[in-house]
Nanobody, 121 residues
Framework: QVQLVESGGGLVQAGGSLRLSCAASGRTFSAYNMGWFRRAPGKEREFVAGVSRNGGSTYYADSVKGRFTISRDNAKKTVYLQMSSLKPEDTAVYYC??????????????WGQGTQVTVSS
């Protein structure tokens, strides 16, 4: 059983920053590409950012490119999402997940509860 626990969300003013963390269990963390997804009010869950198994490659949705940075620490079995220059449209519940080696958009782990990010205008 894989366990993914998101944390670090909160209420922040537009232009502010937050760092989200995703703590993973199991011995196979380093074998997976990892991604962050979000579900905004009234919208479907969408891909935000991905990082390869060794952290060498990253990929971002156009909406967050230049503002968000995804990273991982395999020794700590944790993936991070550093969010800067936050906008009200970033308001969402953020989730991490293992993703396919063939596609950033294909999720290969159960969803957790996520962490709420609220950006006030």
């Amino acid at each position: 059983q894989v366990q993914l626990v998101e944390s670090g969300g909160g209420l922040v003013q537009a232009g502010g920053s937050l760092r989200l963390s995703c703590a993973a269990s199991g011995r196979t963390f380093s074998a997976y590409n990892m991604g962050w997804f979000r579900r905004a009010p009234g919208k479907e869950r969408e891909f935000v950012a991905g990082v390869s198994r060794n952290g060498g490659s990253t990929y971002y949705a156009d909406s967050v490119k230049g503002r968000f940075t995804i990273s991982r620490d395999n020794a700590k079995k944790t993936v991070y999402l550093q969010m800067s220059s936050l906008k009200p449209e970033d308001t969402a519940v953020y989730y991490c997940a293992a993703v396919s080696a063939s596609s950033w958009y294909v999720v290969q782990s159960p969803w957790g509860q996520g962490t709420q990010v609220t950006v006030s205008s």
